[in-house]
């Protein structure tokens, strides 16, 4: 999508708001405790990982305190989402008798472990085949049905008056969010719905997971300090143009301005550095629909993890926006693994949350907010917002 499809004459905004995270059950607490620099990183007690001294511990993970204790899986998601979903329940009840909305989804993929299709054992987390190898492996359930399954059983504690139906489904991870606005955007424009309930779902709490990112050293843990600090959260962001939100007498918390996406050729893994040249065409083309000079003043929150190939792939891209789109960055960077640790799919509705609570409350770093969100399948995504 290019920024021009979100210009004045069709303003989209964000309304409402619901989040459930590591750092608390609503969107309020979460977004105040992120701005406060506050962290709450738990030894995961079930997955126990060596120190330099041979003493074995908890893995360091952003898990939500209680609520998914005990899930696993699917049943883990649909607990998040189901308290991300109460708490914008709570915040907007005017929801329950909403006509006319739809649900636009980011979700992890299942199975989310990559399997190299020529050789599936060479990508189990610890090189070795399981007992029933030789079995043939039962298929992966049909992903639009697991993800109405579990939009469904989320919504279903709500009493809305109808469940809105499930119009969107990303799996493209930490891509997925701005995947699913953009669809969203698109039939909000088109006038096919008049609310969008756009949101982000994931875990990384996930003992195979864990294993994989392990194996290709990927995980933070006390031998490795450059890496992935799993975290798990849920955020729904309510979407609707400025003439309906006014209709209806609402407040905005964040206008959309611009939102591109591009395509990194050198994945992680590969020999060769990511060149950053997608990431900064994203930027340029999101910006595009705002009036600046050569130094643009913008509050980046990024999904970067830690991992090295992420800082590369910024500071490349920065680089290629000053020598090829004449355009320069300037001001504060935001970092949502920091206090939320690795959310994959969230992580893009979690920095939505962020952007839109602080300039709600007059605290942003900068006039225009820059989401950043980078796949590990080479997907780039950038959107800009600012105050409403």
């Known amino acids: 999508m290019k920024s021009s499809e979100l210009q004045p004459r069709s303003l989209l905004c964000v309304t409402g708001m619901g989040m459930v995270a590591s750092l608390g059950f609503d969107v309020a607490t979460c977004c105040a405790a992120a701005r406060a620099g506050l962290s709450r990183a738990q030894p995961l007690l079930a997955y126990p990982v060596r120190t330099a001294t041979g003493e074995d511990v908890g893995l360091s993970c952003h898990t939500v305190p209680i609520a998914t204790d005990g899930f696993e899986g699917d049943w883990r998601l649909l607990r998040l989402a189901t308290l991300a979903l109460r708490d914008l329940d709570q915040r907007e009840p005017w929801l329950k008798d909403a006509a006319r909305s739809g649900c636009y989804l980011s979700l992890p993929p299942t199975p989310r472990v990559p399997v190299d299709a020529a050789d599936p054992k060479a990508s189990l987390p610890q090189g070795e085949a399981p007992d029933d190898a030789?079995?043939?492996?039962?298929?992966?359930?049909?992903?639009?049905?697991?993800?109405?399954?579990?939009w469904a059983r989320a919504a279903a504690p709500l009493k809305w008056r109808a469940v809105p139906p499930l119009r969107h489904?990303?799996?493209?991870?930490?891509?997925?969010?701005?995947?699913?606005?953009?669809?969203?955007?698109?039939?909000?424009?088109?006038?096919?719905v008049d609310v969008a309930i756009v949101g982000g779902?994931?875990?990384?709490?996930?003992?195979?997971?864990?294993n994989w990112l392990e194996a290709t050293q990927r995980l933070k843990t006390p031998n490795a300090p450059a890496g992935v600090q799993p975290g798990?959260?849920?955020?729904?962001?309510?979407?609707?143009?400025?003439?309906?939100?006014?209709?209806?007498?609402?407040?905005?918390?964040?206008?959309?301005?611009?939102?591109?996406?591009?395509q990194e050729p050198h994945l992680m893994g590969a020999d060769d550095p990511p060149t950053g040249k997608a990431l900064a065409s994203a930027l340029h083309e999101a910006m595009r629909g705002i009036r600046f000079k050569h130094?643009?003043?913008?509050?980046?929150?990024?999904?970067?993890?830690?991992?090295?190939?992420?800082?590369?792939d910024w500071g490349s891209a920065a680089v290629h926006?000053?020598?090829?789109h004449?355009?320069?960055?300037?001001?504060?960077?935001?970092?949502?693994?920091a206090s939320f640790g690795d959310t994959g799919a969230a992580s893009g509705a979690i920095a939505l949350c962020m952007a839109a609570s602080a300039f709600e409350r007059g605290y942003a770093a900068a006039p225009i907010a820059a989401l950043v969100s980078c796949a590990d399948s080479g997907d780039r995504a950038v959107l800009l917002c600012q105050a409403a």
Do not use: C, N
């Not at 701005?178 to 088109?190: F, M, Y």
């Not at 130094?295 to 800082?311: F, M």
């Not at 004449?326 to 693994?337: E, L």
């Open 134 to 150: 030789d079995e043939p492996a039962a298929a992966p359930p049909d992903p639009w049905q697991r993800a109405e399954s579990l």
């Open 169 to 192: 489904l990303a799996l493209s991870g930490h891509t997925g969010f701005l995947r699913a606005l953009e669809q969203a955007s698109r039939d909000l424009v088109a006038g096919l």
């Open 201 to 210: 779902v994931d875990s990384l709490i996930d003992t195979d997971f864990l």
């Open 232 to 262: 798990e959260a849920a955020a729904f962001l309510l979407l609707e143009s400025d003439a309906h939100a006014s209709a209806r007498g609402a407040g905005a918390r964040a206008a959309l301005r611009g939102l591109a996406f591009g």
């Open 295 to 312: 130094q643009l003043p913008l509050w980046v929150l990024s999904d970067h993890t830690g991992e090295p190939y992420r800082a590369m």
């Open 321 to 324: 926006l000053e020598a090829a």
């Open 326 to 337: 004449k355009a320069q960055v300037v001001g504060a960077m935001s970092f949502t693994a």
